[in-house]
């Protein structure tokens, strides 16, 4: 069954630098999402992608944040300047559509900023 | 914004037993899912469910949107099934699933 890579698994950073988490969304999915969760809190949305813009951001996805489609297949995730409130688990999403379509998630980039 | 709230938010079960996690929220949605996420983190989506019912195995969910809850069903509980459950919501005119707070949830063999 296909499936939202994501990649790398684990990522350690020191405070101030930048990151870019990577994600290979499902081939034939349109819309593409950011999530992250602080450890043990919920699940929190950051952004949505669609037609190689952003469809939707939050008030956690401010300037420090960013996405880019790079090319056919890849969706990134930048943080600029890490932040020690940045750890969490991020989470990649894909869905075909946005109406009556299953989200499918990564397994995540668990990032730690020291 | 829209409030998503799960309960009970804590739940320890016996292997075989049944147990049934409400999923409430404060606003008309256009679309709800229900998501397990296993002990290694992952989210796993395991219904599609708006409106009605559905059923897979030994899990089913309800969903009356008129009355803004939906439900999750799990009979016949494994292992297998601890982790915790969350009900995603997306409104109306967003490009965005909210999810609600969880249902931490334990099977014990």
């Known amino acids: 069954e296909p499936e939202v890579t994501q990649t790398p698994s684990h990522q350690v950073t020191q405070m101030g630098q930048e990151v870019i988490l990577r994600c290979v969304p499902i081939?034939?999915?349109?819309?593409f999402y950011w999530y992250r969760q602080i450890l043990g809190q919920k699940v929190e949305f950051l952004v949505s992608?669609?037609?190689?813009?952003?469809?939707?951001k939050s008030e956690i996805f401010d300037d420090q944040f960013s996405v880019e489609r790079p090319d056919g297949s890849n969706f990134t995730l930048k943080i600029r300047s890490t932040k020690l409130e940045d750890s969490a688990m991020y989470f990649c999403?894909?869905?075909?559509?946005?109406?009556?379509?299953?989200?499918?998630f990564g397994s995540g980039t668990q990032l730690s900023v020291l | 914004g829209i409030q998503v709230e799960q309960s009970p938010p804590d739940l320890i079960l016996q292997e075989g037993a049944n147990s049934t996690l409400r999923c409430n929220f404060s606003d008309s949605v256009n679309n709800l899912q229900w998501f397990h996420q296993n002990p290694w983190g992952q989210l796993i989506n395991l219904f599609y469910?708006?409106?009605g019912t559905k059923q897979n195995g030994r899990l089913s969910a309800t969903t009356v949107a008129t009355e803004r809850y939906s439900l999750l069903y799990i009979s016949s509980s494994q292992t297998t099934d601890s982790g915790v459950y969350f009900c995603a919501v997306e409104l109306s005119g967003t490009y965005k699933y909210i999810f609600g707070t969880g249902t931490r949830l334990k099977v014990l063999a």
């Open positions: 081939s034939n999915h349109l819309y």
């Open positions: 999403a894909s869905s075909v559509g946005t109406r009556g379509e299953k989200l499918f």
């Open positions: 469910i708006p409106s």
């Open positions: 992608f669609y037609n190689n813009e952003i469809s939707e």
